[in-house]
Structure formats: structure tokens, C-alpha cells
């Protein structure tokens, strides 16, 4: 092996909770070194929520014209053409990993590509060279978790369904969590017969129950077929494609298996003992509330690879800036996630913000909740949206809101204001004091409350 290269800091990983952490780095002076694996640019640019966001928008334009066809507005109903929507997908996936590696050894960041290993303390090998450095920054993000599933190495990635030339016809999704709801969505809408295998009775289990139950009717009126109770034993491959078979003895045939049960942080491959690292298999790297190792205080770790927030790219993003400031200036600037929403792209969509009645009743509060059914409403009575409710948690002494958990048109935009709400404590009255544009689903935030 080569001589040792040192650097005063190394950045595993180049999404949002490493790339900036590295520029900022360098920008200060700093000798730095960013080790890549995979794609430049990290999960959300090239194989996550951009992507996807942008299949699931033309999968939301189908499911529209489709419900102003049931009304007798539309006649013709739209043809797609996955191939064309996929190339259109590579228009915005394609420039960011060659342009973001660029953007790194521009302003003179050492690239690495390859896996990486920690060899010993602050010490990594990086295809058969030894890197050492001062300060490491680990943000390599999760990997699909591994299944005990006989036959498991049949099942195909997120990353891999985004890529596919063509759109087969029958697809099997084991799991119920975000990427099997939002692909089958996808899938449904553009015209695969699509099956959900859930291992127990509760997919999706940090939203709300009523919201999700909403969401499994809206899934089911789009064609989706949704099991529950049933984990997936085994995948066998034949001339026609594959057999599923479920604990239950049930067997499905597909085209297609997708993997869509969640994803484990990405550290079992790192040799973290080396460095003492202390880490969960499920939940990622041990770090204090800086984001700093708390076994080891010269190592930083951010976004899904460590035990700290959602597993959220807007979170991710914030950790970064978190750690870039306290890497450089031994700071104490610490994340807060109190307002922080998650949302599934499916069609409707579904959002959630702040508490669910379960954490509000553990946490002892007084609080009402506030139900509609907003299918009724104008905003979903114009496009003929049958699937549509908001629940609204509010402290009864306050008038604060707690949480707010909506499925329906523009809920990823309508959570946005809840989520202010929470961050700065307003209440009721003053979520409704400001006159809004009318109409618009911001308006009808209003009588949400």
C-alpha cells in the first residue's frame, strides 16, 4: 500500500448533507478530500425525490384526466409513453453527477471514487490508497435493508425503476412503506396492474391511521391491489417472469418485484470499530445533538447515515450546513426538527406535520381534534378528487397548533403552512387573520381549523 495522503478533513459522500460541508471546508482553507460511491450528487438529485416527483406529477396529470373523463369533461383519455417520460427524467438526472464531481475538483477538492473503509483511527483505504485527515465528515447516505426473503436477489431497487426502458405489465411491490405506495401509484396510473405486499397491518406507521386508511381506499379505487398481514417468504423466478409467495401461501405473478421496504443506513460496509464509531444497524451513527460521533468527537455524521432527525433530503440538507459550521468553527449549532414535514407522493397526496393524536395523548396534552372531509370542497370537487380529509391537532389551552395531517390536492404545499404555524406557535386565530387568495387550497386552510 502507497503512503498515507492527509488532509485536515474527508467527506464520505456528496449529496446535500456532504457537499456543502466539503465546499465550505475548502472555502476556509482547508485541505479536503471527498470519497464518492455511486452517482455524484446523492440520493434525491439523481435516484430519489426529483425523479420521482416528477414521474409521480405525470402519473397525478393521468389520474386527473381520468377523473374528468368519469364526469364527462375529458373524452380522450391521455396515452403515455413511459420511454419518453423516463428520457425526460434523464434530462434533469443525468447533468448532476458529472456536474457536481466537476463543481468538487474545480475549486481543488481531492476526488476519490470508490468504497471506503475506515483502516484505523481518522484513517480510511479508498481502492488501495491510504487517506488519513484531522476531521472526517460521514454522509453516505442508506441502502435498500436487506430482506430475509428466499430469493431476495430477484427484487429490483428504486434506483432501478427509474431506469426501466419499458413499464411491465404485472409488478409485485413487497413492503408498504414511501417508495411502494408512490411507485404503484405511478405504476397504476400509467397502466401496470400493481400489487402491495404489506408484512403486517399498519403500512406507513409514523402518519396518521385515518389519513393512511384514506390513502389505502384511494389506492385501491386506482386499481392498486393492497394485502396486508402478508410477508413476502419467497421470489421465484420463472419463464414467465416470477412467483411471490407470502406467509399466507398466496402466490402473485409479476413481471416485476420491487423492492419497497425501506431503506438502513449505509454503515455496515465502513468498519466504523477502526475509528470508534459507535452505530445502530437500523438507526445509523451515534451523534450528539452537533452531530458529532459521541465515541468519537473528530467524526461528523449527517442525513440518513446517522441516528439523528427524519431520514428526509430537506433534513439532510440542514445537517450539512449544521455540521459545516461546527466542523470549522467548533460551533454548537444544533438541528431542530420540530416543524419538519414528511410527505407521500402518491395521487392524492398525503402530509403530515408535527404530532399524531397517539404521541399527543403520550405526551399528556389537552387538545382537540379537528376532522373534515374536504372531498366535498371546491378544491376536489373541481377535479373530481373523491379521496380527500384533513385532521388538525390543537392545544385546547393555546389554541396551538400541534400537528396537522392532510391527504389531497396540494397537501405538500398546504403543510407548509402548518409547519410554520408549529416553528413560530401560532394559533388559530392568527393562521386565520390573513385575508388569502380565494379560491386557492390556501383559503380553505382556513376552515381546517
Not at 389519513?211 to 417468504?233: F, H, M, R, W, Y
Not at 461546527?326 to 419538519?340: F, H, I, R
Not at 408535527?354 to 376536489?380: C, P, Y
Amino acid at each position: 500500500m502507497s503512503d498515507t495522503k492527509t488532509y485536515d478533513l474527508i467527506v464520505l459522500g456528496t449529496g446535500g448533507a456532504g457537499y456543502q460541508v466539503a465546499t465550505k471546508a475548502k472555502e476556509a482553507g482547508w485541505s479536503v478530500a471527498v470519497v464518492n460511491e455511486g452517482p455524484f450528487g446523492g440520493t434525491c438529485a439523481v435516484r430519489g425525490c426529483i425523479p420521482k416527483k416528477l414521474l409521480s406529477g405525470t402519473a397525478d396529470f393521468v389520474d386527473t384526466s381520468r377523473r374528468l373523463g368519469d364526469i364527462g369533461i375529458v373524452s380522450d383519455q391521455p396515452v403515455l409513453d413511459w420511454q419518453k417520460l423516463i428520457e425526460f427524467k434523464k434530462t434533469f438526472t443525468d447533468p448532476v453527477s458529472p456536474g457536481t464531481q466537476a463543481s468538487l475538483e474545480e475549486v481543488g477538492i481531492d476526488v476519490y471514487e470508490g468504497s471506503s473503509r475506515f483502516s484505523g483511527n481518522l484513517q480510511l483505504e479508498v481502492n488501495g490508497l491510504e487517506l488519513s485527515a484531522k476531521k472526517v465528515h460521514i454522509a453516505v447516505g442508506a441502502n435498500p435493508t436487506k430482506l430475509p426473503i428466499e430469493g431476495f436477489e430477484h427484487l429490483i431497487t428504486s434506483d432501478d425503476f427509474l431506469d426501466l426502458p419499458n413499464l411491465p405489465k404485472r409488478i409485485v411491490f413487497v413492503g408498504g412503506g414511501y417508495i411502494s405506495f408512490e411507485f404503484a401509484h405511478i405504476a397504476a396510473r400509467l397502466g401496470a396492474d400493481v400489487t402491495i405486499l404489506h408484512s403486517d397491518d399498519t403500512p406507513l406507521p409514523i402518519f396518521d391511521k385515518d389519513i393512511i386508511n384514506t390513502l389505502i381506499d384511494a389506492s385501491k379505487d386506482a386499481g392498486i391491489k393492497i394485502e396486508l398481514n402478508s410477508p413476502v417468504q419467497r421470489v421465484e423466478k420463472t419463464e414467465n417472469g416470477f412467483v411471490i409467495v407470502s406467509a399466507t401461501e398466496t402466490h402473485h405473478e409479476a413481471d416485476l418485484v420491487v423492492h419497497g421496504a425501506g431503506r438502513s443506513p449505509a454503515v455496515m460496509d465502513l468498519n466504523l470499530e477502526a475509528t470508534n464509531v459507535d452505530y445502530d444497524a437500523r438507526r445509523g451513527i451515534t451523534v450528539d445533538q452537533q452531530l458529532r460521533s459521541t465515541s468519537n468527537p473528530d467524526i461528523y455524521a449527517a442525513g440518513d447515515v446517522a441516528n439523528a432527525g427524519p431520514p428526509l433530503s430537506p433534513v439532510a440538507g440542514v445537517q450539512g450546513g449544521i455540521v459545516a459550521k461546527n466542523v470549522l468553527g467548533g460551533g454548537e449549532a444544533q438541528p431542530s426538527y420540530l416543524s419538519t414535514p414528511s410527505v407521500i407522493f402518491t395521487t392524492p397526496t398525503v402530509a403530515m406535520v408535527g404530532l399524531t393524536q397517539d404521541q399527543a395523548n403520550e405526551s399528556g396534552l389537552e387538545f382537540d381534534v379537528i376532522e373534515n372531509d374536504i372531498s366535498k370542497w371546491f378544491d376536489s370537487k373541481r377535479v373530481g378528487l373523491k379521496f380527500a380529509r384533513s385532521k388538525v391537532l390543537v392545544e385546547k389551552q393555546t389554541q396551538k397548533i400541534l400537528g396537522a395531517h392532510l391527504i389531497g390536492n396540494h397537501a405538500e404545499d398546504l403543510i407548509n403552512i402548518f409547519s410554520l404555524a408549529i416553528e413560530f406557535g401560532l394559533t388559530t386565530a392568527q393562521l386565520k387573520q390573513p385575508i388569502m387568495a380565494f379560491p386557492s387550497a390556501s383559503d380553505d386552510l382556513r376552515s381546517m381549523i
